[in-house]
C-alpha cells in the first residue's frame, strides 16, 4: 500500500524571493508531493523581489481548513514582512506548530515572521539571513547555512535554498524515498 501523498504548502507575497519559491515548488512536486503556492495577496500573480512574476495556485484563506505535512516560508524583503502580517497565515501556522508537523523559514522569514509570531519557542538553534541573526532572541541564533531543530528548519538562504529544500524534504519523504525519487529525476 502506497503512503498518502503528503500536501506542502508554499507562501508567497510581494517581494518575496522568487528563486527560493520555484526551487523548493520544483523539489517537492518532484518528490511526489502536493503542493499548493498560495498568495497571501489579494492578487494571485506575485511581483517577487528580483521583479519576477510568480502565479500562485490559490489565495491563502482558501488553506485555512486544510491540513498540510508541510508550511514553507520563503524569504525576501518586503515579503516576509508581508507574509508576518498576514492574520490567516499566522492562525494556519500556529495551528500547524502546535499540531507537531514540519515548517520551515528561510532568508529574512525565520526573524521576521517565526520569531515574530513565537514559533521559534523552544528551539535550540535557528538560523536566518546574516543582517537579521540579532533578531533572533527566542533562541540561539547560529551562524549556519541551514539549522534543523526539532520540527523547525530555517536557512540563510539565498545559496542555502538547495541545501534547506533537501533537508527538509529528507524530513518530509524520509530519505530512502526521496533518494529513489531524486534518482528519477536524473
Known sequence: MEAPQKKV?????????????????DLFSGGGALVTVASVENDIQIECSSFVKLVADTFISEC?????????????MPGSERLRDCKVLRKIAEAHAKEG?????????????LETW?????????????????????????DARMQVDAMV?????????????LSI??????KKMLNEELLKLM
Open 64 to 76: 485555512e481548513s486544510q491540513i498540510f505535512d508541510l508550511i514553507v516560508l520563503p524569504g525576501g
Open 153 to 165: 528548519t530555517s536557512s540563510q538562504s539565498p545559496g542555502s535554498t538547495l541545501d534547506f529544500a
Open 118 to 142: 513565537n514559533l521559534l519557542n523552544g528551539c535550540q538553534k535557528a538560523t536566518c539571513h546574516p543582517s537579521f541573526m540579532d533578531q533572533l532572541s527566542s533562541t540561539v541564533a547560529v
Open 101 to 113: 508537523r514540519l515548517y520551515g523559514a528561510f532568508s529574512e522569514a525565520p526573524a521576521v515572521v
Open 169 to 174: 524534504a529528507a524530513q518530509l519523504f524520509g
Open 9 to 25: 504548502l508554499v507562501t508567497i507575497a510581494y517581494g518575496s524571493e522568487g528563486s527560493d519559491v520555484v526551487t523548493l515548488v
